[in-house]
């Protein structure tokens, strides 16, 4: 699984796949203080997908 080889796979939990391509919406709590983390980890989870095609 894709989670794994980014090394995600214990931060990450797999929702299903977007077969159709259509925005993937994701929320956070801002009052959590985790939240930060799970946008950072995001972000830098998206950014690799990215470079990597």
Known sequence: MKLEELGFNDA?????TNAKKAPIYIACSPVK?????????IEKGTERLRKSG
Do not use: T
């Open 12 to 16: 990450l939990k797999s929702a299903g």
């Open 33 to 41: 203080p985790s939240s930060k983390m799970y946008i950072e980890l």
